[in-house]
């Protein structure tokens, strides 16, 4: 297999999204927000990732515009006060040429009341039912809230569409719907956590409704050209070996109606991208993706702990001639020993790459004016005192060294 990095490179363009190469900072919640609103810090922390050269941004998770969309006070919000922040943070990178979208994003049922906003408001979901590792409870599947009514769904698909308009209104190159990982929207997809017996519930087909409406909105509310990325997964945080689609056959009919009601972009987000997703196939859930629907595709790669090093030695590695000089005294970190893929694996549009866009040695109280990426720190390096900044940049301000997931 080819070890040639060279298309995540080569530039990218859809509609009226360019980009200058195909590498994309995934989505990672920070929870450096204070009371939801993001300060000058979040802004300088983007700007940074675009001067190094990323071909496109997607922000943190931030929440839309509803009472229990929040697990944690300092997670971003995406209305009210929080989008002068953003206005903010689009602006420091659009400086520097760089391109950004939002994620948007309800939590649904992941929430935990006791330790969020509103706490005396209980968790949504589908079928108000506990997850799995659920505060206070290790049984899931237990009837914690009433589920979602008509009228809060109602509610929250209209929240997801005045989210995307304030985007685009403030410049955004686009949007990202979190539909992955276990929060609302996947809660919908799941039949484990959707057993309602009305038209969101039901078949795989007819649980996509509600993502369906969120899609319909945002397009509604931005038109024909901005760009709509979906991001959905097979695996969920609360079950690791979940399946949306068990057959080809099902992905087909599990896409379609989110591909018609107006996604161009679907992030495909796999733990190990390098298993195949159906018997008889090599092809991955990206590939897979691509193949039933046409539209183009975004690989994020989740390799359990070895992820960061796997996606940032790709990257550099075999492509030495992109990869910034060493300036005299600086130090290196260097990458721990993984495993080169082809970049054009399954026909692949843009790479997803998480950890290497978040970290690189913070040493600055030992000394070194400037680091270098190559790309992973050791061990020594990574307890909490020694915090992580972007490619070739020092942190001037704590970041989590393992993100958490959205």
């Known amino acids: 297999m080819s070890r040639s990095v060279a298309p995540l490179f080569r530039p990218f363009a859809l509609s009226k999204l360019s980009l200058a190469n195909r590498v994309v900072m995934a989505p990672m919640t920070r929870q450096m927000s204070p009371g939801g609103i993001p300060g000058p810090e979040v802004a300088a922390y983007y700007r940074r990732r675009a001067e190094s050269g990323t071909g496109l941004i997607i922000t943190e998770g931030t929440v839309v515009d509803d009472p229990v969309s929040t697990m944690n006070v300092d997670i971003p919000n995406f209305y009210g006060p929080a989008l002068d922040g953003w206005l903010r943070v689009v602006d420091a990178v659009h400086e520097v040429g760089g391109k950004i979208m939002p994620q948007l994003w309800h939590v649904g049922m992941a929430r935990n009341p006791a330790k969020a906003p509103h706490p005396e408001l209980p968790s949504a979901g589908p079928s108000g039912l506990t997850m799995r590792g659920f505060p206070g409870l290790t049984q899931p599947g237990l009837q914690h809230s009433e589920p979602m009514t008509r009228e809060h769904i109602r509610r929250v698909v209209e929240a997801f569409g005045q989210a995307a308009a304030d985007a685009q209104r403030m410049g955004f190159d686009g949007v990202e719907i979190h539909g992955a990982h276990g929060y609302l929207i996947d809660q919908f997809f799941w039949a484990i956590t959707n057993q309602r017996a009305d038209e969101y519930g039901g078949d795989l087909v007819s649980r996509t409704r509600f993502a369906v409406e969120i899609i319909e909105a945002v397009r509604r509310a931005t038109g024909p050209d901005f ?8 695996w969920k945080q609360q079950d690791y070996a979940a399946r949306l689609a068990t057959t080809p056959e099902e992905l087909a009919r599990f896409l379609a109606p989110l591909s018609t009601a107006g996604v161009d972009i ?35 790669r989740r390799a359990v702990r070895r992820r960061h090093r796997l996606v940032a030695r ?13 300036p005299a005294g600086a130090r290196r970190v260097r990458s721990g020993r993984g495993r080169p893929r082809a970049a054009g694996r399954s026909g692949l549009d843009a790479q997803g790459a998480g950890g290497p866009l978040q970290r690189a040695a913070a040493l600055r109280a030992r000394g070194a004016r400037d680091t270098v990426l190559t790309p992973r720190a050791p061990e020594s390096r990574r307890k909490r005192g020694a915090r992580i900044g972007p490619i070739g940049a020092i942190h001037p301000y704590p970041v989590w060294d393992q993100p958490r997931r959205t």
Do not use: M, V, Y
Request: charged share 35%; net charge positive.
């Open 227 to 234: 760009p709509i990325i979906l991001r959905f997964s097979q």
């Open 266 to 300: 679907f992030h495909c987000s796999q733990r190990r991208f390098w298993e195949p997703e159906f018997e008889g196939s090599d092809l991955n859930l990206a590939g897979w993706t691509k193949k039933l629907t046409g539209k183009r595709h975004r690989r994020q």
């Open 314 to 326: 790709r990257i550099f590695q075999g492509h030495r001639d992109r990869r910034p000089a060493r």
